[in-house]
Structure formats: C-alpha cells, structure tokens
C-alpha cells in the first residue's frame, strides 16, 4: 500500500491526534450556536470551504462539517475538487497513493472511481499541496462511518474543466452507483482590506449560491479577485446542475483572518453548502 504522508500537520492544524481534535471540538463549542442545524435535514450535495489553517478558517468550516454530522449521511466516498497552489502536474490530476495519512487517521483513495475518471495521475501535484489535505482531519473527526476520498486538483481553472469534471464525475458515480458528496475547495480574497475583500467576494457568493458559473468566473477574471479555488467551486456547482433541476446552496459563514490576527490585511473564508 503506497502512502501520502502529511504535508501540513503542525503547521495548518496539530501534528497529533488529541491536538487535532481537541482543536476541532473547541472551533465546534465557538460556533455551535451559529451553526443552523435545520440544513442537517436535507440531502447534502456538497460545499465549498476553506482550506487555511484551522486557527483562521476553522471557525467557518466546522459549519458545514458539523451540519454534514446531524444528517447522518455517509457517502462512499468524498469527491475534494482543489485548487493545484504549485502548478505541477497536468491540469486536471489525481493522486497516485492508495491511502493518505493526517494526524487523526488514515483515509483510503476510491482507487476504482479514479481509475474510470480517465484523468492524468501525478504525484507532484499533490505531494505539498495542502488544499486537499486540510479537509481530511475535519472529515475523520465529524463522519462516524467509514468512507474513502478522491481528491483531484486543477491548475488551469476554467469553466471548461469545471464542467468536464463535473460530467465525469456524474458519469462514473452513476456507472458505480457510488453515493458521493462533493468538497470544493476554496479561499476568497487574500490580503485585502476587510471591507473591501467583503464586497468582491459577496458578489461571488452571489453568483455561486444562483448557479451561474460563467458570471461567477467573470467576476473573478474582470475584477482580479484572489479567489484560489473559483475552478473547484465552479466544477460543483456544474456536479449540483447535473444530479438534480433544483439544485439548492446557502452561505452559511462567511469570515476572514483578520478575525484571529486583527489584521487590516486579511484573507476571507466562506463555507457554502449544497442541497437537494
């Protein structure tokens, strides 16, 4: 069995299991009575969500993973669609280990989807990279069940490979009938001024919670937003308009750095979910 080892514990969340998730079950009592846990109720698609360290992003993803536990819905396997940081590797690339290895467990890779994807695999798109990585704690920790991941990377972000994603991952689910739920990964605006960062990035969640993924792409190009997974996000929101005609998302946090540092310079997280 080939191993991944972790590329970021100790430094975007603890090296050690009780760290890990002690952190997390702090983050969870933070926020709990922001969390609307009436969303539990419905068939969860997927979500966009942050990929920072947890002391920074944390507080905003734990809403969706915490939402994702009171449905009690455990899919075969997670789909982490994330943004490829180093640019290595092809374009579209999945990871050539059979299992990945973070500080409170190990998950293994749906080997048999990955196969059937017809994408490239490359290890040196994945090897650093910590967009995917940063999903995986927050899933040993909130899914009591057991379930495997296929993360996949984009370099180059458009509204082509979102869609090609999308289709093929539709595709072969349904070829499989694997039961899957579908992980965006995403950071807004960095380094700008909160305000500021707040605006751009409202007409974005915008666009993405109304399904339209060319204006969102638009958006992003026109006025140069540093939003790093707009490719991923757009592959869900594509996955969503394929599995069902009324496909639902709401903003659920929105947040940013500047919450943690105090920072006038901040990078802004939102977790966004998706339903039927």
């Avoid at 017809?118 to 290890?123: A, L, M, P, T, V």
């Avoid at 979102?162 to 965006?184: E, P």
């Avoid at 950071?187 to 969640?205: A, C």
Wanted: net charge negative; with cysteine.
């Amino acid at each position: 069995m080939k191993i991944r080892q972790a590329a970021v514990a100790g430094r975007f969340y603890p090296a050690d299991r009780q760290s890990t998730n002690a952190l997390i079950e702090k983050l969870v009592e933070d926020e709990k009575m922001n969390i609307d846990y009436n969303l539990s109720k419905h068939q969860i698609v997927g979500a966009v969500l942050p990929h920072a360290g947890y002391v920074y992003s944390g507080a905003t993803a734990v809403h969706f993973f915490e939402i994702l536990r009171h449905s009690e819905q455990i899919p075969e396997t997670f789909i982490i669609i994330n943004p490829n940081h180093s640019g290595r590797g092809a374009e579209i690339a999945l990871d050539t280990h059979d299992t990945w290895r973070v500080s409170n467990g190990d998950i293994e890779i749906d080997t048999e989807m990955a196969q059937q994807l017809g994408f490239d695999f490359s290890e040196e798109a994945h090897k650093y990279e910590h967009s995917a990585e940063v999903m995986l704690p927050l899933l040993n920790y909130f899914v009591n069940g057991k379930f495997k991941i296929l993360p996949i990377t984009m370099s180059r972000q458009n509204a082509e490979n979102a869609q090609l994603i999308a289709q093929k991952i539709f595709n072969i689910s349904q070829k499989l009938n694997r039961k899957i739920i579908f992980l965006a990964s995403s950071d807004f605006s960095h380094y700008v001024e909160p305000g500021f960062g707040k605006i751009l990035d409202k007409e974005i969640i915008e666009k993405i919670i109304t399904f339209e993924t060319e204006k969102m792409i638009q958006i992003v190009k026109q006025k140069h937003v540093s939003m790093c997974g707009y490719g991923p996000s757009a592959a869900l929101m594509e996955y969503a308009k394929l599995i069902c005609a009324n496909p639902q998302a709401k903003l659920l946090r929105f947040g940013n750095s500047g919450e943690k540092t105090g920072s006038q310079e901040v990078v802004d997280y939102a977790s966004i979910l998706f339903y039927k």
